[in-house]
């Protein structure tokens, strides 16, 4: 069995020699520029369909809301669909709709993005309706609209996490993991007394202090004239009004001192384990060999912790292991649902017994190269789309923020492809340790 | 830490999929500075009192499709795009959970699932190193009309990944430890969708609107008991029957020409033995309801009702097909449908509600659905019925056209990446499109009258024969729908529904 398994491995390594080209660098043409109220442009032209991607990122997510109005920028994000001075309510998504566009938000901890899609010849009704928003959003507002979206992300809510199984374990874990007053304790979607408690002043104030063109980063992306577009966006974007310069979030520290562990219940019928550390923040040493870990532990039928539990002892039903990256830290975490037959101890007792494993030893050489050649080709994968969430424009806007320039694809790659197993092994050693992390464990409510 | 949370739900989540999320930090303050100089402003004010006028509508140039035939009669559709260095290879059987024997639901699926557990000399272990090695990603998957084997990988990787796909198509084992091992998998899956409102509602719809014989009335898994009892011996016949290259299309799209990849082709899949196919016989058409019933599944304490509304719908050969997708955008397709204006926007008793003609060999479902606040069940209800009922009323002009807009206009989008452009050329194959589809496909969605729309609504659009399914908590619910009055309602748990 085993010299079979050897013969394998080398196997694809010699076709792959011979099968010809290197890759093409990741290369993403564009162009930047700033308009004088402070707005970032970043234009990037790809014709192989007629469509344009109109991306813009606030640089404020949920990180920057205050205790008791948890939820607010994801409340917020909503009502910026809802009508601005010259677009009346419903029009934002009828004028687009009737020109073939798509349009969508969404809001993390560290920002909120907007993406319209729309075929080539509407990009400036695009740009009309993203820079009206921008400068003239509260012109129209009204508690009325307040009030409205309130009871949709109230349902948002209900759907996505109250109702769903599971759903309320990943806002326990947050609690767990970060200290009370830190900004990732809280979760995105918000609490729901603070939804309750969400008003229109509350809109107003939020609006003026984040929502500036000096807070924001414009990508356009897809068939476009990179001369007409520019001056099509200062034909929009250029009289909207500069704002106050946003103060940079200063967490307090977050680190964990031993084991937490805690149990809650849910209308399941299997018992779910998460095991959680935090790890340092996105792009600092240690973030990507992180994502190797998750890979070598749970990537795939060969990882160590699917074929434990999942494929030779049939324990759990699924595993998963992801380093979840942020600006203000991360945090990994391995979520693993246990079968009928077996208990949470069991489970916990065969992961304890593989990180043990990882952190003494460096991976095999197949493993890391393993994981490295599925990183590389998910790279090329986020070249194929412009718009939508994830693509070509959002990341562009994404790698902006992180602060290493629009194209960084390349050098985000040369993270990962640059680790040894032993970098792997020490990322495991040194962020993963086995007596300071949260234990979090969700039993099927006792029948009545 | 927490995942996004969204303007819109359903489909838009999945698209961050595998990725990792997108990198923040705070340094934008630092490399503000290293742009340079400001722009000047010379523009004057922009006239916004009416939106801008579009200018002509761009064209899409629909990549041209190279149909070949390999010489052991498999037919090969290629479809260059250089864009980006990787390929898609879609090896389309035609034959799926509708061709599942009466006494064995599940068998296409199960035996699509297995393709990749074993296969040629290699272990499901072995293929799924190797897979992964080359930076591929390998899926054996089956629907109701077709089962397939999809490879994307980068196209260097091409020649080796091809061999492993023709490995897991043509040639699996069908270990017996694999077979115990994706049953328990299943088994316990099914288990797991009792737990979710969103999962049991659909399962429960669907047998309530086909029945417990029809194959349509069971989710394309099977139950607990089929899956209890297939072998590998049903699985082996049914690879032997229907995976046949003439009862398959292979579909291969991205940086790749016809006359380097062919030769690549054949040699992965020539030695697959010609042999006639035998005849496929369709899903029986499903009898049509012709009274209303409300079923109510019992979820206590649940936060959401998960409601569903319809009755069989229509088959993809259609000739309505055209009217129908333009009255389903109005009525429940797109965001300013009437169904999600009213349930979220107007009333907020919802995230998301929407409607859908499930459009299969034969005709599968049209469904409306949603998740509502357990206390607005009743309410929700009523406004479902009242757009229901209202679509079969004339479409004004100005709807029409946006929705006709709408779906024609953005049809481009659908052909951005290899993996949009060959579920097309799947849906092309599976349902045997004419070769002038997708260039026709605008003008069509374009000819679309009032007139037909309110025809095809009158057809199938009739709100009192429709099956309501709603899955929430019976004791804050029942009384509210009972006094809607809208048909006879009976009351079922999760365990008797899906035993």
């Given at each position: 069995m085993r010299t079979i398994a050897l013969a394998i491995v080398l196997l694809p390594a010699i076709l792959a020699a011979q099968s010809g080209t290197a890759p093409r660098p990741l290369e993403v043409a564009y162009r930047q520029f700033q308009l004088a109220n402070g707005l970032n442009v970043i234009l990037h032209r790809d014709t192989s369909v007629p469509i344009v991607a109109v991306n813009v990122w606030y640089h404020?997510?949920?990180?920057?809301e205050r205790p008791g109005r948890t939820g607010f920028a994801h409340l917020f994000e909503h009502l910026m669909f809802e009508g601005s001075k010259n677009v009346k309510e419903g029009e934002f998504d009828t004028l687009l709709e009737g020109a073939g566009g798509d349009n969508n938000g969404s809001t993390t901890n560290d920002r909120t993005n907007y993406v319209i899609d729309v075929p080539s010849n509407a990009l400036e009704l695009a740009l009309y309706l993203e820079s009206d928003r921008m400068g003239y959003l509260l012109d129209t507002m009204s508690p009325e609209r307040v009030n409205g979206q309130r009871d949709v992300v109230k349902n948002e809510r209900r759907q996505s996490?109250?109702?769903?199984?599971?759903?309320m374990a990943s806002i326990e874990l947050d609690k767990m993991l970060w200290p009370a007053n830190h900004p990732y304790s809280w979760p995105t979607i918000g609490y729901m007394e603070d939804l309750t408690a969400a008003s229109h002043d509350d809109v107003v104030q939020f609006f003026k202090k984040y929502y500036a063109p000096n807070n924001a980063s414009l990508v356009i992306a897809g068939d476009i004239d990179y001369e007409k577009t520019k001056t099509l966006v200062e034909k929009w974007f250029g009289e909207v009004p500069k704002g106050e310069p946003v103060e940079p979030i200063a967490p307090p520290a977050a680190m964990l001192t031993g084991v937490k562990r805690q149990t809650m219940t849910d209308r399941v019928r299997l018992s779910k384990l998460f095991v959680a550390w935090l790890t340092p923040r996105v792009f600092a040493p240690g973030d990507a060999a992180l994502d190797v870990v998750s890979s070598v532990l749970a990537?795939?039928?060969?990882?160590r912790l699917y074929k434990r539990l999942i494929y030779d002892t049939q324990m759990a039903q699924d595993v998963e292991a992801t380093q979840q990256s942020g600006p203000l830290g991360s945090s990994f975490v391995i979520e693993t649902t246990v079968r009928p037959g077996h208990t949470v101890a069991e489970v916990q007792k065969a992961i304890d017994e593989e990180l043990a494993k990882l952190r003494q030893e460096p991976p095999s050489a197949r493993e890391v190269q393993r994981a490295l050649n599925q990183i590389e080709a998910s790279f090329y994968r986020r070249m194929e789309r412009v718009g939508s969430f994830g693509g070509k424009a959002d990341q562009l806007n994404s790698y902006y923020w992180a602060g290493g320039g629009p194209d960084y694809f390349a050098e985000d790659l040369a993270r990962y492809t640059s680790l040894s197993a032993g970098d792997v092994q020490a990322a495991a050693e040194e962020w993963l340790p086995p007596d300071r992390r949260v234990e979090l464990t969700v039993n099927p409510e006792e029948k009545k | 830490m927490t995942a996004p949370a969204f303007r819109r739900g359903g489909r838009l989540q999945a698209t961050q999929g595998r990725l990792k999320p997108a990198p923040t930090t705070i340094l934008a303050a630092l490399v503000i500075v290293l742009i340079g100089s400001a722009t000047t402003l010379t523009q004057t004010?922009?006239?916004?009192a009416h939106p801008p006028s579009l200018g002509p509508t761009p064209r899409l140039t629909v990549p041209p499709i190279e149909k070949r035939t390999l010489a052991n009669g498999l037919p090969v559709w290629i479809v260059e795009q250089h864009e980006v260095p990787l390929a898609q290879v879609n090896l389309v059987i035609h034959a799926g959970s509708g061709d599942d024997p009466a006494n064995a639901f599940g068998l296409a699926s199960f035996t699509a699932a297995m393709l990749d557990e074993g296969a040629g000399t290699r272990s499901a272990l072995q293929i799924a190193d190797e897979v992964e090695f080359l930076g591929a990603s390998l899926g054996t998957t089956s629907s109701f009309d077709a089962s397939a084997v999809r490879l994307n990988v980068p196209v260097r990787q091409l020649r080796p990944a091809l061999a492993l796909m023709a490995d897991v198509a043509l040639r699996p084992t069908f270990p017996a430890a694999e077979i115990e091992r994706l049953r328990q998998e299943r088994l316990t899956a099914l288990l797991q969708a009792k737990d979710d409102a969103a999962a049991v509602a659909p399962l429960v719809f669907s047998r309530v609107v086909f029945g417990p014989t029809h194959r349509y009335g069971t989710a394309a898994t099977g139950t607990a008991a089929t899956l209890k009892a297939m072998t590998a011996d049903e699985m082996r016949a049914f690879h032997t029957a229907r995976y046949k290259p003439s009862n398959a299309t292979l579909i291969v799209a991205g940086d790749v020409t016809a006359a380097a990849v062919l030769p690549q082709l054949e040699a992965a899949f020539g030695a697959w033995p010609m042999s006639a196919a035998g005849a496929r016989t369709p899903v029986p058409s499903a009898r049509q309801l012709t009274a209303g019933q409300v079923t109510i599944v019992d979820m206590p304490s649940a936060e959401q009702s998960q409601i569903r509304i319809g009755w069989v719908g229509v088959p993809r050969?259609?000739?309505?097909y055209f009217p129908l997708l333009v009255l389903n955008t109005i009525l429940g397709g797109s965001f300013t449908s009437r169904l999600n204006q009213n349930l979220r926007e107007e009333h907020g008793y919802s995230y998301g509600a929407s409607t859908r003609f499930d459009m299969r060999l034969s005709a599968g479902a049209f469904q409306a659905g949603a998740g509502v606040q357990t206390d607005k069940t009743a309410d929700a209800l009523r406004e479902f019925f009242k757009e229901l009922k209202g679509i079969t009323e004339p479409v004004g002009a100005e709807e029409l056209a946006k929705a006709k807009n709408y779906v024609a206009l953005s049809f481009p989008g659908e052909f951005e990446t290899i993996t949009d452009l060959t579920s097309h050329l799947e849906e092309m194959a599976i349902y045997k499109l004419p070769d002038t589809y997708f260039s026709q496909y605008i003008a069509n969605v374009q000819a679309v009258t009032a007139a037909a729309v309110q025809k095809a609504a009158a057809t199938y659009i009739q709100p009192d024969k429709f099956a309501v399914v709603v899955v929430g908590d019976r004791k804050t619910i029942e009384a509210g729908v009972r006094a809607l009055n809208l048909a006879p309602v009976r009351t079922q748990s999760v365990d008797e529904v899906l035993p």
């Open positions: 404020v997510g949920s990180a920057n996490y109250e109702n769903r199984p599971y759903g990537g795939g039928k060969n990882s | 004010k922009p006239d916004r050969s259609t000739a309505d």
